[in-house]
């Protein structure tokens, strides 16, 4: 479900459809068509509003200075994490101590966990504002067909299109993006994305923010459950100006040990089911499920 991640929760749909016989002759071979890419969009927006195919998985977030584990479980009220392991070592007694206390802290003032589910609403909101630019905001060309973790894959790369005026700085970031998008050809899915920004880009005329040119994201989904399909790997590494304060983004985060959770378990019952069973703290390889 792509519209789960922070956005990038930011993804690129394809699809691919073939035409022909059970064994066609090459000249019946239809070439994938980009025009198909608001089909694609379509499936995406409804992956995004899912709420029916709650997960528990683990959540590891990486970068130079730190790694950090945690276990999620999807609720009706928003997601609940617990930490288990910082650098992959387990917590030791203080910080145990200080996790417990953290979930004690959200059965007790429920406006901590409201606040996280608005959060994501946002969140949500944001890659729904992107996946409905797609179309429009990019040009597409067939790249030829490629392998990938899970089979065959069509690829398509994709730059700019001069004529798309962003409407909002969400979707600001399009318009100075290239890259290649991997598809799955049997269930029109992505299975890599990769983009490079080739301009700064100026958030409010420069005063919010701007990121720098060279900055670059990777995207990889898997499908974690018949048909369910979500990103197991996100890398990003931009820099760039956040109003007066220059940043540096290097990040990598991965998903793993997807299982799935009741239709509409609360995040009450979450927290407690994270209080009773720690999850297993090993280090899972990216995409596994």
């Known amino acids: ?41 379509a499936n995406e927006l409804s992956g995004a509003r899912d709420t029916q195919h709650p997960m528990r998985y683990q959540l590891r977030k990486s970068s130079p200075r730190l790694s950090t584990t945690k276990d999620i479980l999807e609720t009706k009220d928003g997601a609940v994490a617990r930490l288990v392991a910082i650098d992959d070592r387990p917590l030791g007694p203080d ?10 802290g959200l059965l007790t003032d429920p406006s901590k966990q409201r606040h996280r589910k608005q959060a994501e609403d946002d969140d949500t909101g944001r890659v729904i504002k992107v996946l409905r630019a797609l179309p429009d905001a990019f040009i597409y060309q067939y790249a030829g067909p490629g392998a990938g973790s899970s089979g065959k894959v069509e690829r398509f790369t994709f730059k700019p299109n001069p004529d ?20 799955d050809p049997a269930q029109q899915r992505v299975v890599r994305l990769e983009g490079h920004l080739q301009q700064d880009v100026e958030f409010g005329w420069g005063i919010l923010g ?24 996100f890398q990003m590494v931009m820099s760039g100006r956040v109003v007066f304060k220059t940043k540096s983004f290097d990040t990598l985060e991965e998903e793993s040990r997807f299982s799935p959770l009741p239709v509409g378990l609360g995040y009450v019952q979450a927290v407690q089911m994270l209080q009773r069973s720690p999850a297993n703290t090993a280090k899972s390889p990216p995409g596994s499920h």
């Not at 910080?95 to 979930?103: P, S, T, Y």
């Not at 909002?168 to 100075?176: G, W």
């Not at 701007?210 to 990777?218: A, C, E, F, M, Q």
Request: no cysteine.
């Open 95 to 104: 910080d145990e101590q200080k996790e417990q206390a953290r979930l004690s």
């Open 1 to 41: 479900m792509i519209g789960r991640i922070r956005l990038p929760d930011a993804l690129l749909l394809l699809p691919l459809i073939l035409a022909g016989a059970a064994n066609p002759s090459p000249a019946q071979v239809s070439t994938p068509d980009v025009s198909l890419v608001k089909r694609a969009v």
């Open 164 to 183: 798309f005026q962003a409407p909002d700085l969400e979707t600001l970031v399009l318009t100075q993006m290239t890259g290649e998008i991997w598809i």
């Open 210 to 233: 701007r990121l720098n040119k060279g900055g670059w994201i990777v995207i990889e989904q898997s499908e974690i459950a018949s048909r369910q399909w979500r990103i197991v790997r």
